[in-house]
């Protein structure tokens, strides 16, 4: 089955970088999402990366994509307080009708 | 202003009771989706629906039902068999279905008592 793996929790100071990882299981995912989560909300789309991609950048968001290591990374450049959140990866399963979450890491930054 | 609302965004129950939440959107979006997220354990797939009048069960079907006569709607029904209800669900739409991004709605958090 699916198996989309991330580390629980993340502290980081305000101004640094975050990086939060993400392992998945397929390799024949078309895309990959990275979702935020601020308390008591719902999932907002945070970005996408394409599989044939090995490097997105938006603002300050990189993701980097390794294929070869199923290995997903979402680096959060100056890391403000309002980045606090719990943030997913997700893959859609072959052949399903739904994407499959990661258990989310939830980020903590400290002023 | 497009989206999906879900009501209420608390609800309370008392063991032994059914109690039905809402999801509405109005994106016009074919394919509807319920999760259940708890403490650690990211989100699970509660049903899923792909079209009007037809659904699929997910990982955690048991204790759950669900109607989709509308496309703008996909209530979810938490039923006395559930065993453990208290939850956050979240309800999620997308436009073409399959590994398409999916939108989600603010969540309700259900307390059973």
């Known amino acids: 089955g699916e198996d989309v793996e991330q580390s629980l929790f993340l502290s980081v100071r305000e101004g640094d970088s975050s990086v939060i990882n993400c392992t998945y299981t397929?390799?024949?995912?078309?895309?990959l999402y990275w979702y935020k989560q601020e308390p008591g909300a719902g999932l907002q789309l945070l970005t996408y990366?394409?599989?044939?991609?090995d490097m997105k950048q938006d603002q300050r968001l990189t993701v980097l994509l390794n294929k070869k290591d199923k290995h997903l990374s979402l680096r959060i450049a100056d890391t403000q307080t309002g980045d606090s959140a719990i943030y997913f990866c997700a893959e859609p399963p072959p052949g399903a009708n739904n994407l499959f979450f990661g258990t989310g890491t939830r980020l903590t930054v400290i002023p | 202003d497009g989206g999906i609302t879900q009501s209420p965004k608390y609800l309370f129950r008392k063991e032994g009771q059914n109690v039905t939440l809402s999801c509405e959107q109005n994106?016009?979006?074919?394919?509807m989706y319920w999760y259940r997220q708890d403490p650690g354990q990211g989100l699970r797939l509660i049903y899923y629906?792909?079209?009007?009048?037809?659904?699929q069960k997910g990982d955690i079907a048991e204790g759950y039902s669900v109607s989709r006569e509308k496309k703008e709607s996909f209530p979810l029904t938490v039923t006395s068999a559930q065993k453990n209800p208290t939850a956050f669900y979240l309800c999620?739409?997308?436009?073409?279905?399959?590994?398409?991004?999916?939108?989600f709605g603010p969540g309700t958090r259900l307390t059973v008592l």
């Open positions: 999620a739409s997308t436009a073409l279905g399959g590994g398409d991004q999916q939108f």
């Open positions: 994106l016009n979006h074919d394919a």
């Open positions: 629906s792909q079209i009007v009048n037809d659904f």
């Open positions: 990366i394409f599989s044939n991609m």
């Open positions: 397929d390799s024949s995912s078309t895309y």
